[in-house]
């Protein structure tokens, strides 16, 4: 083979498609794609440094994110635990539920089972009118006077204690706690909201009741004056007036029945357990009080000054044992609290 046939042979002008030229072994185009990556990678590291700081800016200064909405907590983005568990949105949960309306129901009816009560069994003419069961079909404010005595010692208390005795025990018996703490709704918000939700709906139930007994009296027995079995006549518009504070005292005193009930409510997993823990100690209450041998140590029970705020119907009102039924139920009432609050975020949920 010739010279010109062996160089035609061994280097021709295209080796499978590659330029004479060339650098067919790579280095060349290495050393560039190399270059070309890292100025890339640094371009692109750039980018999402700068990314990152726009995100973390942009977190930081979005007030709608809420707290722990970044990388120091985990914590989702847009997540913000103030907007969990709404009160307004647990009432009308809690408002839907048949026994709620239940209670409600058998609440506005009790006036209207009195007065029926009233007119069917009729009264003795010849008895004089010493007690406040003779007095209620005198006037409309009597009426209300005679309902709120009645329904004081027993009624009120349990329906109390529902509402709260069943916040939270319903939730473990449904095993929805579990759930609604994975959401994160946090522990103590939840045991607040449930508390505010059942507080609502305590003071919605203790208010309808005298303002039906009210409604029926005036149209049943006229607009006439609150009179006591002393003889002490309070007129109309005063009296109303005097129902008005008798019927936040009454919801004030009955607090400790409520903080009773949460206790209860978080300590077991059944709802009849808590209600009727609480409802008991109520009872439980009121007959130590009739015990006259414990002398001063009745003060301290938490039913001792419950009617106290009969007292207001007469000429000279004495307020002494508004005031320290008042304090009692307070006392009694943060401790429960607390005592709630402190089972609760510590209590092992595994329903």
Do not use: C
Request: cysteine-free; proline content about 4%; overall charge neutral.
């Amino acid at each position: 083979m010739t010279a010109p046939e062996r160089e035609a042979t061994t280097t021709p002008e295209h080796d499978f498609g590659i330029p004479r030229g060339q650098d067919v072994t790579g280095q060349g185009s290495d050393r560039d794609t190399g270059q070309n990556n890292g100025r890339n990678t640094n371009a692109g590291r750039g980018r999402a440094a700068a990314s990152g700081a726009s995100s973390g800016a942009n977190i930081g200064d979005d007030a709608d994110i809420g707290d722990g909405a970044d990388g120091r907590t985990g914590a989702a983005a847009g997540y913000r635990p103030r907007g969990t568990l709404r009160v307004l949105v647990e009432l009308r949960r809690q408002w839907r539920r048949r026994r709620t309306q239940l209670v409600f129901a058998l609440i506005a009816l009790l006036p209207i089972v009195l007065v029926a009560a009233f007119e069917i069994g009729g009264q003795d003419p010849a008895r004089s009118a010493v007690t406040y069961a003779d007095l209620a079909v005198t006037s409309g404010p009597n009426f209300v006077v005679f309902t709120l005595y009645l329904a004081g010692s027993l009624l009120l208390p349990v329906v109390v204690a529902l509402f709260f005795g069943d916040a939270v025990a319903s939730e473990a018996s449904w095993s929805s706690l579990k759930y609604l703490l994975a959401i994160p709704v946090p522990r103590l918000r939840l045991l607040r909201q449930k508390a505010v939700t059942a507080a609502l709906l305590s003071l919605l139930a203790l208010g309808l009741l005298p303002a039906v007994a009210l409604l029926a009296g005036v149209l049943w027995y006229g607009a006439g004056d609150a009179t006591s079995p002393a003889g002490d006549a309070v007129p109309f518009g005063r009296s109303v007036i005097m129902l008005a504070v008798a019927v936040g005292y009454t919801v004030v005193q009955l607090a400790w029945v409520g903080a009773l009930a949460l206790w209860l409510s978080v300590t077991v997993d059944a709802p009849l357990g808590a209600v009727g823990g609480a409802a008991l100690a109520s009872v439980l209450s009121q007959i130590l009080d009739q015990i006259t041998a414990l002398g001063s140590f009745r003060d301290l029970l938490p039913t001792h000054h419950a009617w106290a705020w009969i007292d207001l119907f007469a000429t000279d009102a004495d307020v002494t044992g508004m005031a320290d039924g008042l304090l009692v139920s307070l006392v009694y009432a943060l401790v429960f609290g607390v005592l709630a609050a402190y089972r609760f975020s510590r209590k092992d949920i595994t329903t």
